[in-house]
């Protein structure tokens, strides 16, 4: 036996996925936030397939590492391994794949190559022995917990499902309505997924990513309310969880509020890279009373008193 009647079964797996499409890259696919939501319910649904339950496997990382799509799968029990590599050896997996990938992204075809490797094994070249191919499996321990990015992809599907419950026919719809959200930004601190567009006011904006000349402006303008838009920000930030504004509030007291407020931005900015948009930072400040500030950043009135 490879694990013991009390020890789970835990193992872990990597997929590679590659369209043979020229015009279709999935890792490009994947990083645009728009198709992101689409691309991972594709992902969610065929693995679901292959199991025979949405539980039976989960997705710890998406890579993408051009011209693939690396998935880290990891499985939690020897029944579910088995059925997966039953699906992946028949081609069940890769049907499914292609198919929801097509109704997804509302395409004709996606043509797919996938390999599955544990470690060193490249599994592929042992499929037929299926128990060789579960113990290379076994021995290779998942290194990590879900990314938070997959965390918040698969609460913003169940949601969706939940919305959807009702309605077979399924990926098209629940991904339009992803991309189509009029709120600044998702519920319960989700930075995920960035929609091209936002209502402010009732008028509609570029949910650009936020500009130097945005960054000055806020720490120009902030005052002491830097604290408040920053622990905003926080709920979707990890870079800025406790304690960190308390510590820059004592690492830049000596060059005062502008410098704190500059500071505090910077590092979500740094930190959430292309999600450093200016929706959530529009959200933040609207949750503290500084409308003014927000109309300022968005080309709403000239500079006034933003405090």
């Known amino acids: 036996k490879m694990a013991g009647s009390s020890t789970p079964w835990i193992g872990s797996a990597y997929l590679f996925l590659q369209s043979t499409c020229k015009t279709i890259a999935l890792p490009s696919l994947y990083e ?5 939501p689409c691309v991972f319910k594709a992902l969610k649904l065929a693995l679901a397939d292959s199991t025979g339950s ?4 989960d997705m710890l990382k998406v890579h993408c590492s051009h011209p693939q799509l690396i998935v880290q799968l990891k499985f939690c029990k020897r029944e579910n391994c088995r059925r997966f590599l039953q699906s992946y050896r028949e081609g069940a997996l890769q049907k499914s794949l292609q198919s929801h990938l097509q109704l997804s992204l509302a395409t004709t075809t996606v043509p797919l190559e996938v390999e599955l490797k544990a470690g060193g094994e490249h599994l592929d070249k042992m499929l037929k022995d299926e128990d060789r191919c579960l113990e290379c499996i076994y021995r290779e321990k998942p290194d990590r917990l879900p990314d938070e990015e997959i965390v918040e992809l698969e609460e913003c599907l169940k949601s969706l499902m939940l919305h959807h419950s009702t309605n077979n026919s399924v990926a098209g719809k629940d991904c339009s309505s992803l991309k189509s959200s009029s709120r600044p930004s998702p519920p319960q601190g989700s930075s995920l ?46 870079a800025l969880r406790d304690p960190v504004i308390d510590n820059l509030a004592l690492e830049y007291d000596q060059e005062g509020l502008y410098e704190q407020a500059y500071q505090m931005l910077l590092r979500f900015i740094q930190s959430e890279g292309k999600k450093a948009t200016i929706a959530r930072l529009v959200t933040a400040l609207e949750e503290n009373g500084l409308v003014s500030l927000a109309e300022e950043l968005l080309g709403l009135h000239s500079s006034e008193d933003c405090s």
């Open 32 to 36: 645009s936030s728009q198709k992101k």
């Open 193 to 238: 997924p960035t929609q091209l567009t936002f209502i402010f006011q009732g008028q509609q904006f570029d949910n650009r990513t936020i500009t130097p000349d945005d960054h000055q402006k806020f720490a120009k303008s902030v005052s002491k309310k830097w604290k408040q838009v920053g622990r905003s920000l926080q709920k979707s930030c990890r």
């Open 54 to 57: 949405v539980n039976g496997v």
